[in-house]
């Protein structure tokens, strides 16, 4: 892991224990072992009761085998290659490390227990170093290569969590990306059930599709819930320019579609419905359809386009040229008028659909007088004849006239 001498290694080379001190060292490394996992466990709180059974004693054998590699350093300070006795430690404390953030604590308490463990062994092996005999100035020496040492092993810990992290972080990022395509891809439930599960991602109950700009991202993510899911993909049919992000966001049903529009205000987003989570490919395709179709937004520009709003829209728009079909199908009886007029007669016979023939409100929408509305629908009855009162062409009619196009030249 180390290639090069480490400061360990040089203090190392300043100090020699003869061989009755070092006895004297490994015979105490069993009870500085168990006193210094007793002392970790009682003053930090990550591993209080965590540290029992054959936990317990395969940390205690850990500590032995970092204290007798310490004695082994100290006691082959000529070597050629000073590192090598303490290369296993090392080794064994990155794996320490990558453990630990496997197992879910965090580096603040594998420093803490770094702390605790290199104060117990200093005070466990001084003991013994005096009572043998060691020159104050020798005790003083040990002492700084001992810290050395655990400094030595607290870095290469803090370097096997840390990239335990990022590895993981990495892979669950890359599981995540890929649970996000297959629900927007449509895959089948038992496929995407493996890959939350792969991903340690909560099922939840529905999912719904937002589309909002990236540059809005951020603040939009802090006030979801963090499992929402992000596709990382751009979005077909759409300007590259726009740099738009797909959000999954889990349960935002019922009254919480209330809370993320709110959340979403500001943001220019387009809201899909809610649907069961493994169903979401639909809440996205309503969306990116209200997207593309440039749906007018309820309020002021600054509320999200919520596609709950516009379902008719949305419905005739999903064979465009069937409804061009029909719209011209219908019409066929203004086909003889001039442009103009037959727009006016169109429009007038839309709003008198959708206001089941009340004049004065067919009046106030298009703001003519009300003799206005009935001289223009005794020209429609005129064209349409008794077909104006047979349900059928009714519904033909409200259909086609539900999204009027403009008239094709002015008046």
């Known amino acids: 892991m180390m290639s090069e001498e480490s400061g360990a290694s040089r203090h190392a080379a300043r100090l020699e224990l003869d061989e009755l001190m070092a006895a004297r060292l490994r015979a105490v490394l069993p009870l500085v072992a168990e006193r210094t996992v007793t002392a970790i466990t009682a003053e930090v709180p990550a591993y209080s009761g965590t540290l029992t059974g054959q936990m317990r004693e395969k940390i205690e054998n850990a500590v032995r085998i970092a204290l007798d590699t310490f004695l082994q ?17 090392l080794e064994a404390a990155y794996a320490l490390g990558s453990g630990e953030a496997r197992s879910g604590r965090s580096m603040d308490a594998l420093l803490a227990a770094y702390r605790v463990g290199a104060r117990v062994s200093w005070r466990e092996v001084s003991a013994t170093t005096v009572r043998g005999g060691l020159p104050a100035s020798t005790v003083a020496e040990f002492a700084e290569l001992l810290f050395a040492y655990i400094d030595e092993l607290s870095a290469a810990s803090v ?21 996000t395509q297959q629900l927007l891809a449509g895959e089948a439930e038992e496929v995407l059930r493996r890959s939350a599960e792969r991903a340690d991602w909560p099922v939840p109950q529905t999912l719904t599709v937002v589309l909002l700009p990236r540059s809005g991202l951020r603040a939009v993510l802090a006030a979801l819930s963090p499992h929402t899911l992000e596709s990382g993909e751009e979005m077909p049919g759409v300007e590259p320019g726009e740099e738009l992000a797909v959000l999954l966001v889990p349960d935002a049903h019922g009254g919480r579609r209330r809370q993320l529009t709110r959340a979403l205000h500001g943001h ?28 007018p937004r309820a309020g002021r520009e600054a509320a999200p386009l919520d596609t709950e709003q516009h379902l008719a829209e949305l419905l005739l728009s999903t064979d465009p040229e069937a409804l061009a079909d029909l719209r011209a199908q ?82």
């Open 330 to 411: 219908v019409l066929r009886p203004l086909a003889a008028l001039p442009p103009a007029t037959a727009h006016r007669l169109a429009e007038t016979l839309r709003s008198w659909l959708l206001h089941q023939g009340r004049r004065d409100e067919v009046a106030a929408e298009l703001f003519v007088h009300p003799q206005t509305v009935r001289y223009r629908m005794a020209k429609v009855r005129e064209l349409y004849g008794d077909r104006l009162h047979e349900p059928a062409t009714v519904l033909d009619l409200t259909l086609a006239l539900a999204v009027l196009p403009p008239p094709s030249e002015p008046d």
């Open 73 to 89: 350093l100290v006691g082959r300070p000529q070597e050629a290659d000073p590192s090598t006795p303490l290369a296993p430690a």
């Open 268 to 295: 220019r987003a387009v809201l899909g419905p809610a649907r069961p989570w493994h169903r979401v490919a639909g809440s996205y395709e309503r969306a990116a359809r209200a997207l593309l179709l440039g749906l």
């Open 159 to 179: 370097a096997g969590h840390a990239d335990e992290l990022t590895s993981a972080g990495r892979a669950r990022r890359r599981y995540l990306e890929r649970l």
